[in-house]
Structures are given as C-alpha cells and as structure tokens.
C-alpha cells in the first residue's frame, strides 16, 4: 500500500546504503515507506558517507578456496582488538554474498574482469584479496546510484515518499515509550509528525564534530542524539576510527579527501620526508596492518619529527591514475600528481565504531526503533573497523530491518502529543571540533578528555533557528557522550588510545561503556539521564 503522507508502515532517517537497502527491500516486501534525508531535492543521495566510499565492499567469494566467512570473520575479529561480538559478526559476514547479490540484482556495476568475474583487491587487515569496487575507487557513488534507481519504480507507484531538505528533530513515543513515529523540520521550519510502527534511524556517523574528517557535512552524530533523548543504549562511543591516510592541506577544515586503503593494497608505501618507511616493525602486515595500528604509526611519525604531515608513496603503483581516478582527482586539487609526487597524508576522523545498540535484526532497546549503518552498534566492528566491512554491514542489516518492520506493519500506532525541540545546549561548532581534535584525537588522555567535557558541560542554552543549530545541538550532546565514554574506559584498545593508559585490560568488557542500558556496566549515565544533561525547551507543537 502507498504511504499516506503522514504515516507508514516504516520511517527511514536517512539516505545512505543501510537506509536505501531497507526502504527497496520494505517495498518489495509490499510496506509503505517514508524517507527522510537532509540531502537536496535535486541530488539527495549526494551527501551521504556512502557517496564518498572508495574502497569497495568487503565479501567473501564463495567460489575461491582461499577465502571463507571463516577467514573473514578472522581477520574481523583481529582487527576489532579483542572487542568485536563473534556470534553477531558471523552472522552478517555471512549474509554478505546474498546481500551483494542483491545489491547487484537492483543495477549496481562493479570492476570485473573480461570473463565477468569481479575484481577484488586488498586492504588493510584483510590475509586475501577479497574487496569488490566500482570505478577503480568509487564504490561508494556506484551502490548510492543504483540504490536510487532501484528506489524510484516504488517512488512513482507511490509506495515510498521521500522528504528531502527535512531533518529530523525527535523520535516520537507513546505513554509505554516504544517509537511510534518522528517528528521532522523541514526548510520553512516547519514541524511535521509521521507516525509508523518501525523508525529505522540510518544518519551515519559523527566525523564532522572534529576539525578534519573524511565524513560529508551532515555527518554531526544527530542519529547518536535522537537515540539518546529516546533512551536507546549506546556503546563504544569511544572507538572513533582515524583512517590514516587523509589528503593533508594546511588549514583546510571539514570534509577532506580520503585517499583509499585500496592504494596501499596495490603497493603504495607509507613514508617520511626521507622517503623511509614508518610501519616497518611495527606489525607483520606493515603498511596494510589494521588501521589503529597504522594510524597511530603515523600520528606518532609526526609526533616524533615535529611535522604535520607524513606521506603516501604511489609512484610504483601501476597506472595509479587510472586505477583510483577519485583519489588522483583529489590530489591533482592541491598541485600534486601521485605518478610523480608524494602524497602527503594525516588521519582524519572517518568512522565511529559503536553507535546506538542493536540486535541481529538491528533492534534496539527501545521498541519499534531500529539502527543500521555507521550510527549502530551491531558488534561486527569491536574495538576498531576492518576495512570495507561497513558497505556490507548496511547491506546486509538494512535486509534486516526491513523483514523487521514487515513482522511490525500490523501493530498499531495511536498519535501522540510531539514536542519541538526550540532551545538546547549547543557549544560553537569550530570551538567543540578544535576541542575534539586536540583532547579525543588518535591519542588522549584523561586532561584532554576532562578539557572537553568541561566545554561541554559549561556551554550555554541556546535557540535552535535552524538545521545547523539542531545540528550543532546534536554534536555537542554526542561530543560529550564519546569523552565521557573515552574517560570512562581506563586502558588503550583498538582505536582508543590512552597515553596515560597505555596498556590494555587483560579482556576487554563489551559493556564497559554502554549508555543507556540498566543492566550494563556504564561510566555512571544512562540513555534518558544523558539526554536530560542538555536541557532543552520544547512546547508542544499544535
């Protein structure tokens, strides 16, 4: 059945891989579906986290000998440090096929050879070549592509509507608190409330509250708030993953080019100014070690050399610009060519590894609201992402949600009074992202931590006028959650690294940080009580 404006059978906060495999596959499923997306109405897809994925998708081939989900979950596990859910991680790295396979049924085009067998190369913490791209490094735009294709025979039949330039401001709840809608700003400021029994929130992740990311603007950490101030548990806010190897430009803020791990799985080497390598004993796989372990190696060559940048050697890579023609674009941006000239490379903040707390089905603690993509927490990525796994995670539990949200089209949802968030806590964006880059960066200590979360807990209530107000309010809410969770967990692990605490914990607790959940060890907050620390002002909107 078609939506009927203001209700449907599932709402879908956002519109990146998670969020557009779940609303194809509700439709197919015969469910109404609603879409909302900060993006444009022009181009909505063209400023999601999937856009600018470059290396590809992580899958095993079932037909190779030298790979199994065996393998893969191997190397998974490895890279997770100790923290990754073996059990939910099996779980979705075997689906992966049958999801790609899906994938590829709705139109997506990858690299493949003559015989039409798919490409597949290396990245870091991968033992074989198991990754399909697209483009050479443009994985991302060709799924965020085909997912729209795939999406709009169920747009024009009515089935799925998508709001564009709409941000959503509030999950709504009934008097038992399950989620039974949201409530959504779009750009007149105006307030509207769509009721459903499932509320997917698939809003990526948290980049953008640090100073150099490698997310698109939107990437504020608003699906983290929402599911907060809904009493969702969250977990392992502390493992925020820094790729390595981000284009480095002197003063540049914001979203900054990533140059992909696929370059370095074709042979490009990891440098200093000298042109000597800075992974060499430090771990077996060297520059394709997992990516805390080498961008802490990078971070620590600055460190030591007093420089601000480190390099990415990609002259020995053959036809490199052919080959990974976004990341030669985004090079030659800055005066440079990689067939000539060194790269120079920092980490940059790119993906948070925790999020809001799900189960197989990408359920969470609160009931009739669902989380897939970067913004959950399935336990697939542990204390540190494996390469290329998150394409296939959105995938594989975007199917999921939506078989979820068929078993719920039946359950009722009565409307419910919405608040309108007017006024919240919300610190300066460039000061909360300086404050987060030098106190919860590649490496943090308790001073640094304690630094920004007394900027977060002095900062001052203010209105909420526009998108960027909201979002700010989203990201400083969040920003605060990751400190307290860093400070909270006293030991280094993955891509949480303390040097006052440069040891690991002899095992590694999956609650440790876990917000929200009663039952769980947390640093001392829950779900509502956190929300409840950035008060807002929100009449009922009539």
Request: charge should be negative; charged fraction near 20%; include cysteine.
């Amino acid at each position: 059945m078609a939506h009927d404006g203001n209700r449907a059978d599932l709402v879908v906060v956002g519109a990146g891989v998670a969020g557009l495999t779940a609303a194809i596959h509700a439709a197919e499923l015969g469910l109404s579906v609603i879409v909302v997306t900060k993006g444009s109405r022009r181009t909505p897809g063209s400023d999601t986290s999937t856009r600018y994925a470059q290396g590809g998708i992580a899958v095993v081939d079932p037909t190779d000998p030298a790979d199994s989900v065996d393998a893969h979950l191997a190397d998974t596990v490895a890279a997770g440090a100790g923290h990754t859910d073996p059990l939910a991680a099996r779980s979705i790295l075997a689906d992966g096929p049958d999801a790609v396979a899906a994938l590829i049924s709705w139109g997506a085009r990858f690299d493949a050879h003559a015989d039409g067998t798919l490409l597949r190369t290396r990245e870091g913490g991968h033992s074989v070549r198991r990754i399909i791209h697209a483009g050479g490094d443009a994985t991302g735009a060709e799924v965020e592509r085909a997912l729209w294709e795939a999406l709009r025979p169920h747009m024009v039949t009515g089935r799925v509507g998508v709001r564009a330039e709409t941000m959503v401001i509030a999950i709504a709840t009934d008097s038992e608190g399950r989620a039974v809608g949201v409530t959504a700003r779009d750009g007149t400021g105006r307030a509207v409330t769509t009721h459903a029994p499932s509320v997917l929130l698939a809003t990526g992740g948290i980049g953008q509250i640090y100073a150099a990311t490698t997310n698109p603007e939107g990437s504020m950490g608003d699906g983290v708030a929402l599911a907060l101030r809904a009493g969702a548990a969250v977990a392992d806010l502390e493992f925020v993953q820094f790729h390595p190897t981000m284009l480095y430009t002197a003063g540049a803020r914001g979203r900054r080019t990533l140059i992909s791990e696929a370059v370095r799985g074709e042979g490009a080497r990891l440098v200093d100014a000298a042109g000597v390598s800075i992974t060499a004993g430090v771990h077996p796989l060297g520059d394709l070690a997992p990516r805390d372990v080498v961008a802490h190696a990078v971070h620590s060559a600055m460190v030591a050399s007093a420089r601000s940048c480190m390099y990415l050697d990609a002259r020995d890579v053959p036809d490199v610009a052919q080959r990974f023609p976004t990341v030669t674009a985004g090079v030659r941006a800055i005066g440079l060519d990689p067939r000539t000239d060194l790269i120079p490379i920092v980490p940059g903040a790119h993906y948070l590894c925790g999020g809001v707390v799900t189960g197989e089905r990408g359920d969470t603690t609160v009931d009739g609201l669902f989380a897939a993509g970067e913004v959950a927490r399935t336990g697939l990525h542990g204390a540190n992402r494996l390469a290329s796994n998150s394409l296939l995670e959105g995938l594989v539990m975007g199917r999921r949600v939506a078989q979820a949200a068929a078993d719920r089209a039946g359950v009722p949802t009565a409307p419910v009074d919405v608040e309108m968030l007017t006024r919240a806590v919300r610190c300066d964006r460039t000061v909360l992202q300086d404050a987060m880059s030098a106190g919860a960066g590649v490496t943090r200590d308790a001073a640094g931590l304690s630094a920004v979360a007394d900027l977060v807990a002095g900062a001052p209530v203010r209105p909420l006028r526009s998108f960027a107000d909201v979002a700010d309010a989203a990201a400083t809410m969040v920003a605060g959650a990751v400190v307290a969770a860093a400070l909270h967990r006293d030991e280094s692990r993955g891509c949480h690294r303390r040097a006052d605490r440069p040891l690991a914990d002899p095992v590694s607790r999956l609650d440790w940080a876990r917000i929200g959940d009663p039952g769980a060890v947390t640093p001392g907050i829950d779900g509502m009580r956190w929300a409840a620390a950035t008060p807002i002002e929100s009449p009922v909107v009539a």
